[in-house]
């Protein structure tokens, strides 16, 4: 089964622009969830979805926001970009959205903003 | 509110040697913790949870962690280390019944193996 997609795996941008991650999660997961892991912040939730539909959301400006599609599929923006938006991204699929279910996380996309 | 503290940023063991992350958490519901390990520029993978059953939780890699309620802790403990086992460890938190429901992580130590 395979596990967690994340694309592109690096991605560097300018200061302004915008940028869209993807992840594609496990086969018959419903949830989806976003983390940004930066050296200075940790890991932070930045959303989560399931069933096309954002559940819950970190404290992150209106700059991030996010998608599911019917298949599961998830994608984040990030608009006007800004230096301090580099970092990790993580996603993780979980087969329901309930507090005891396993998350599963892919290898993350690393965003380099100059 | 929830909150996880991992109370040390790293620790370093020498091979074959017992491994001591210790983590601290509060919750004003019954929480759902988790051990997440992560290698250098890799995801993070699950080590073991812990879901209100048995308080000692066994995971993989011969780690393991026990929920004290008392001292609202959920330290993970391995008898001996590895080479294989140097990476960074998450504690994470998670409460709620709802979908509302969303997830904490400590801020993660680090850990050293020497030969």
């Known amino acids: 089964k395979a596990g967690v997609t994340q694309t592109p795996r690096y991605l560097i941008k300018t200061r302004g622009q915008q940028v869209t991650l993807s992840c594609s999660p496990i086969s018959g997961h419903r949830s989806v969830s976003w983390y940004q892991q930066t050296p200075g912040q940790g890991l932070q939730f930045l959303f989560e979805?399931?069933?096309?539909?954002?559940?819950n959301k970190g404290n992150f400006p209106g700059r991030f926001s996010g998608r599911q599609f019917s298949n599961s599929r998830s994608e984040m923006n990030v608009s006007t970009l800004e230096l301090g938006d580099s970092a990790l991204y993580l996603c993780?699929?979980?087969?329901?959205?309930?507090?005891?279910?396993?998350?599963?996380f892919g290898q993350g996309t690393r965003l380099t903003v100059v | 509110a929830q909150s996880v503290t991992q109370l040390d940023s790293h620790v370093s063991v020498s091979e074959g040697t017992p491994v001591l992350l210790r983590c601290n958490y509060s919750?004003?519901?019954?929480?759902?913790l988790f051990w997440y390990v992560q290698h250098p520029n890799k995801g993070l993978q699950l080590l073991l949870k812990y879901t209100s059953a048995a308080t000692l939780v066994k995971g993989i890699n011969g780690f393991e962690a026990e929920f004290k309620k008392s001292e609202t802790s959920f330290h993970l403990t391995k008898p001996s280390a590895h080479m294989s086992d140097a990476a960074e460890y998450f504690c994470?938190?998670?409460?709620?019944?709802?979908?509302?429901?969303?997830?904490?992580f400590g801020s993660g130590t680090r850990l050293s193996i020497r030969p």
């Open positions: 979805y399931f069933s096309e539909t954002q559940r």
């Open positions: 919750s004003s519901y019954s929480p759902s």
């Open positions: 994470v938190v998670s409460e709620g019944y709802s979908s509302a429901s969303k997830i904490i």
């Open positions: 993780a699929s979980s087969r329901t959205n309930l507090p005891n279910t396993e998350a599963f």
